[in-house]
């Protein structure tokens, strides 16, 4: 896989590996690639040819305490709910929660995606009545204002 170099980077990990093998002087290297000899110097002195990782060691959230994010990965991996259906369960528990943080949570914990056996679903066809058949389906969904019941007929036409 190929390394994704920053705008102004002017060195790739080959031009490093190239530089630190070579046996010319740092001058005249840099004169060759059109580099510093501060760059030069930098790189025969290291033994790997890659970026050295940006970022803090240990990542954590400027929104969330530890405690909530404990709450939210449990919740995640209790209910295996989609990011949208988290964010609407732990809101009125977790006031500062937003749906870029709970992202980056799930993110860091490595749940942010479900997993795909329990994802995808298998469609069937529906089941072929006799002319008359009335079939009546009900579904509740719980939100903030309590529970709504939804009725779905399907009827002869």
Known sequence: MASVLHG??????RIRAELQASQEN???????????PKTVAKWRGLALTSDAPMGPKKPKSTVLTPAEEAIVVV????????LDGVLGCLRDTIPNLSRSALHRCLQRHGISRLPADETTQTRKRFKIYEIGYVHINSC???HADGKLV???????T
């Not at 995640?76 to 709910?81: I, K």
């Open 8 to 13: 102004s980077a002017r060195t790739t990990p």
């Open 26 to 36: 740092s001058r005249a290297l840099a004169a060759a690639y059109g580099l510093n």
């Open 75 to 82: 919740f995640r991996r209790r209910t295996l709910l989609p």
């Open 140 to 142: 509740s969904l719980r």
């Open 150 to 156: 939804i009725l779905l007929e399907i009827g002869p």
